[in-house]
């Protein structure tokens, strides 16, 4: 389907609205923003109710209340917040038992880890994200994971863990790319033909049926991919704002360009969201009903990162004032709206939540790339890229053995290129893959580079080897915070601890030594006969 041919509703409630005003003579009110006072003091009861609510029946539904509080610009002291912050190092102390909302939990846990501060709470995300990628499906979708051979996905939880995932790329937390590409799949597997999405699409004992709130999920999820792979943005157009959005110029739909990543299916991807588009296009409505308040916070996601990736922001979009309109003739009296999940979902959407993310990223969510620095540095442009906002070296290809040999030799001029490689690399394999190497990792662990030393322990982590520990910890101390960044991570990894030790970054190196020492502590409750180098 040709979309310049599909009638946007938008455009035409707008042209509605402008015979209107033409006959009656009575101007039109004005469309409402977040800013809006009538809207501002909505979310202000909004936040007053969930911060005063007492029986919250599981840690996901306050992680949630809490993120729609910082989002609506509560304090990060602010007591609710810190209750929830306080439970959640609780709670994932230890590995958790699995149960029916451990996906939903986890990711909405992430999220708020995200939102409360992503720098200070770097280890937690980075721990939790491995949790929740420890449920993931072998084919790609999430689902109940006390199901442990369920061979069917959740669109719902799929959504959250996507959502989630992107919040911990943002901080710094790379997900695999396999994973993004078996999620990918799965979308693309699972759309219904006309564009929309279904709740539980391939279980076979449920009877598949589209709903506004699966699709807005599911369509959304398919934008926060094509916009982390960077294979949809189209060029900026000018427009002339002085002409009513009824009266601008069709956008051609913006095609799969970029460098894709992520590696996933770019073609299938431009598809599905075309589909998805047009489902909205024919089906669009505010008030579903079924499930509203967390329709709109799925829709409000979708319509978020769609304005991201065609690059076609409005300030002051119909869907918007007609979902305000309608939570503020629907707010209770005492500032709430349904269910206490009801009405985080709501602020969620009032504030526009997904936006004030995008707004951050200065309009590139593709990863960061290892910055240039220090010995090695190639001299060839060709051997540099941009990314991220950043010049960055280009990954080098090849099998491990041919990155290890290069790194063996400082001067060699594709020194920082193999870095990136072995970055790479690391990222991708597994313990097997990575145990022939151990030797060579543990001898660059003592590099003069700084980016080779982190590379090498975090190769040594994804080892699982419990006897390079002491390397590891000796690692934390490094002056460079990068090595110790990926040290502590490591530690984490290995002694699948959610808080560990530490140390915070940054961190002074009376910290780093203090950290250091709780970690010998520990590794020496293991293996008491153990001995660190001095």
Excluded at 93 to 101: A, F, G, R, S
Excluded at 140 to 162: C, H, K, L, V
Excluded at 299 to 321: G, I, K, L, M, T
Aim: net charge neutral.
């Amino acid at each position: 389907m040709n979309l310049r041919n599909v009638r946007s509703p938008i455009g035409g409630m707008l042209l509605l609205v402008a015979l209107a005003f033409c006959c009656s003579g009575t101007p039109a009110q004005a469309a409402l923003t977040p800013q809006s006072p009538e809207v501002r003091e909505a979310v202000k009861k909004g936040t007053q109710y969930l911060a005063t609510y007492r029986y919250w029946r599981t840690l996901g539904r306050r992680a949630l209340a809490a993120t729609a509080l910082v989002k609506a610009g509560e304090p990060k002291d602010h007591p609710f917040v810190q209750q929830a912050l306080t439970q959640l190092k609780a709670h994932y102390e230890k590995p958790p038992k699995l149960d029916y909302e451990s996906v939903y939990e986890t990711a909405v846990c992430i999220i708020f880890l995200c939102a409360l501060d992503p720098v200070e709470y770097r280890n937690e995300i980075s721990a939790l994200t491995q949790f929740l990628l420890s449920m993931q499906r072998p084919f790609g979708p999430f689902s109940n994971p006390t199901e442990p051979i369920a061979m069917y996905g959740d669109t719902s939880m799929t959504q959250y863990a996507i959502l989630a995932f992107w919040e911990a790329e943002k901080a710094g937390v790379s997900i695999p790319k396999e994973r993004w590409q078996l999620l990918t799949n799965w979308l693309l597997k699972t759309q219904v033909g006309n564009g929309g999405f279904c709740y539980t699409p391939d279980r076979h004992d449920v009877p598949p049926e589209v709903t506004y709130s699966m699709t807005a999920g599911g369509l959304g999820s398919c934008y926060i991919i094509a916009a982390l792979s960077g294979i949809t943005k189209a060029p900026v157009k000018r427009v002339d704002p002085s002409l009513p959005s009824a009266l601008q110029p069709v956008a051609e739909k913006p095609q799969a360009v970029g460098s894709n990543r992520l590696g996933v299916n770019a073609q299938g991807l431009q598809s599905a969201i075309n589909r998805g588009d047009a489902w909205f296009a024919n089906n669009y409505k505010i008030d579903v009903k079924s499930r509203q308040h967390y329709f709109l916070y799925s829709f409000e996601r979708y319509s978020s990162f769609r304005e991201f990736v065609e690059q076609q922001a409005n300030p002051n979009p119909a869907w918007y004032d007609e979902g305000a309109q309608l939570l503020l003739s629907t707010q209770g009296n005492e500032g709430h709206w349904g269910q206490p999940e009801d009405t985080a979902f709501a602020i969620l959407f009032l504030v526009r939540s997904t936006k004030q993310g995008l707004n951050q990223q200065d309009g590139d969510l593709e990863g960061q790339g290892i910055l240039i620095g220090g010995r090695g540095l190639p001299l060839d442009a060709k051997e540099l890229e941009i990314r991220g906002g950043s010049i960055v070296v280009k990954p080098l290809a090849g099998p491990a053995d041919q990155l290890l040999k290069v790194l063996g030799d400082p001067n060699d001029e594709r020194f920082s290129q193999a870095v990136a490689g072995l970055e790479q690399y690391v990222e991708r394999a597994d313990d097997k893959q990575l145990s022939p190497f151990l030797v060579r990792l543990r001898q660059m662990a003592n590099s003069d580079s700084p980016a080779a030393r982190a590379a090498a322990i975090r190769g040594l982590a994804k080892a699982r080897n419990l006897d390079d520990v002491p390397f590891i910890i000796h690692a934390l101390e490094d002056e460079d915070h990068r090595v110790t960044e990926a040290a502590r991570d490591a530690l984490q990894l290995l002694s699948r601890r959610f808080d560990g030790f530490g140390p915070k970054l940054p961190a002074t190196p009376a910290e780093k030594q203090a950290a250091a020492n709780k970690w010998r502590q520990w590794y020496l409750s293991l293996k008491p006969a153990a001995e660190f180098d001095p």
